[in-house]
């Protein structure tokens, strides 16, 4: 069972010429990578937090909130893309779904601990100077929350990135396609440049995420 | 071979029925946990016994969030390891080792200083103070590493059929293959249910190891 590969026999595990022949199949990977990421943590964080300011009225809404959340967290990538394809089908719109679950999962989670992390004379201060709920929110405590909601972004990137390559079976492309494919055809080269690719994308994801926080909170530098 | 949810929910033939493909997974997260076990816990131990080195284990663990779990098993799979139960279960227990590995490390590091000095005082050697103080003092952590493990090795366990393994994963990705939804319905059922009972009995025993462990669980990568 050997499908055509692009290049030679001897199947090496690195090939410059799998990384010319295959530049355009790679880029193309890249952008479906990257933009199913981008979708799927923003919807991610934009559902995140009306559901962690839910949670943190009460400790019950609290305890139901990271209950159910946590819930979707338990099951399985392939699973969860498997179950929502009778809905959205064979298509990227699957992947974006099921990893703005989990992204969310992450998010609320850090941005209740973010919110309860903000002193209270710091609020109270606020509230002194005659600052309503809203804009004590905006201007107080979403800011001093914003490292460790920050911090929930870059793992939710990072594992997204990293989960997404399984949505290949839902036909969504990116790294995951051309991982899948270099298996099928047997061609190391192509399995290795994908993987090495979709890490290095997630390392670089993260780090300007790191400088993102950081040109965001200067306070927080030490 | 089965038609309906409700046939491949009860599907029983002995090499390809739910319960064959059940035992086929168990097999594998079994056979990967203990390995990782095998291999974590000691150097865990012994570098949170010594104080040293463990924080290059944890910062490995933390970049091997960004490493895509189907790209490794995909990786060994067109190595000369070739796929089988081996391949497998050698991914599984690589992506449980880290969750062991750091807890193992951290529990140990993080017991009480002024408990291992008082240890040290009456005389206890090196040897004494791990195995009667330290040791029994992590326990809490050791089992929250194995229980992370365990999670995540059912989780990925999945993508064993993406290279020809067995498995429930098998339902997925042949449902999906063949746009097959009621196979892959009850695929994508019986992993979330494995997944959500077992995460279940996990926290139901780690509550009768550590009585003061709440429900939160870290983050995990699947």
Excluded at chain 1, 82 to 97: C, D, Q
Excluded at chain 2, 74 to 88: D, E, I, N, R
Aim: hydrophobic share 50%.
């Amino acid at each position: 069972m050997a499908p055509s590969r692009i290049v030679d026999t001897p199947n090496p595990w690195f090939s410059e010429q799998y990384l010319q022949q295959g530049r355009s199949q790679l880029l193309t990977a890249l952008q479906q990578h990257v933009t199913i990421t981008v979708v799927a943590v923003l919807a991610g964080l934009v559902l995140s937090l009306p559901l962690a300011l839910l949670a943190r009225r009460s400790r019950t809404l609290e305890t139901v909130v990271i209950g159910a959340t946590g819930v979707v967290y338990t099951i399985p990538s392939l699973a969860l893309f498997a179950l929502l394809v009778p809905v959205t089908g064979y298509s990227e719109k699957t992947a974006e779904v099921a990893l703005a679950a989990y992204s969310l999962v992450i998010l609320v989670r850090n941005t209740v601990t973010g919110l309860a992390l903000v002193p209270p004379d710091v609020v109270e201060a606020a509230r002194g100077m005659g600052l309503g709920a809203g804009r004590r929110l905006l201007r107080v405590e979403l800011p001093l929350a914003l490292p460790s909601i920050v911090a929930g972004i870059r793992v939710a990137t990072v594992s997204t990135i990293s989960l997404l390559t399984v949505a290949a079976y839902v036909g969504t492309g990116g790294f995951g396609q051309l991982i899948d494919q270099g298996f099928r055809a047997d061609y190391r080269a192509q399995v290795v440049t994908a993987c090495l690719a979709c890490v290095l994308l997630a390392l670089v994801a993260d780090l300007l995420l790191l400088l993102l926080q950081r040109l965001l909170t200067p306070w927080t530098r030490v | 071979m089965p038609t309906t949810l409700t046939q491949w929910l009860t599907y029983g033939d002995p090499t390809m029925g739910v319960m064959a493909r059940l035992v086929e997974h168990l097999a594998y997260t079994g056979a990967a946990v203990l390995i990782a076990c095998a291999v974590g816990l000691p150097l865990g131990i012994l570098l949170g016994h010594r104080g040293r080195g463990g924080q290059v284990a944890i910062a490995l663990a933390g970049t091997g969030r960004a490493v895509p779990t189907l790209g490794v098993i995909v990786l060994f799979a067109v190595s000369p390891l070739g796929t089988g139960f081996t391949t497998v279960v050698v991914a599984l227990a690589l992506f449980a080792l880290p969750p062991v590995l750091t807890n193992a490390y951290v529990g140990v590091r993080e017991v009480d200083r002024g408990a291992v000095e008082a240890a040290r005082g009456m005389g206890m050697t090196g040897a004494q103070v791990l195995r009667r103080v330290e040791l029994p003092l992590a326990v809490p952590l050791l089992a929250a590493g194995v229980r992370s493990a365990v999670l995540q090795v059912i989780a990925t366990a999945t993508l064993a059929a993406a290279i020809g393994g067995g498995g429930l994963g098998r339902f997925l990705l042949d449902g999906l293959g063949s746009q097959d939804y009621p196979q892959l319905e009850a695929g994508a059922v019986l992993v979330a249910a494995l997944a959500l009972v077992v995460e279940l009995l996990l926290s139901v025993m780690q509550r009768l190891v550590d009585p003061s462990s709440s429900s939160e669980r870290k983050s995990r990568v699947r």
